[in-house]
């Protein structure tokens, strides 16, 4: 799916990019998503956010899972 329509970055590249750990800035930087009309910018952002390695370790975290009964 493209994310960027000004650039036609995809969402693919972007969980690429940000798999390796960059930053929703060093992201827009290397692929010019943002760049122009800046629509995507917030999707962007959005998408580094979850796709980022610490992102995902930070969900594995099993202290910070609360049981469902949890008040
Ligand atoms: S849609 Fe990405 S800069 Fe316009």
Known sequence: ???CVCRAVSDRLIHEL????????????RTGAGS???????TVSRLVQLARPAAHA????????RPLDAA
Do not use: D, K
């Not at 940000?18 to 930087?29: F, Y």
């Not at 122009?36 to 917030?42: F, I, N, Q, S, Y």
């Open 18 to 29: 940000a798999a390796q750990g960059l930053s929703p800035e060093q992201v827009m930087a």
């Open 1 to 3: 799916m493209i994310v």
């Open 36 to 42: 122009c009309c800046g629509a995507c910018r917030p």
């Open 58 to 65: 930070e969900r594995a975290r099993p202290e910070q899972v």
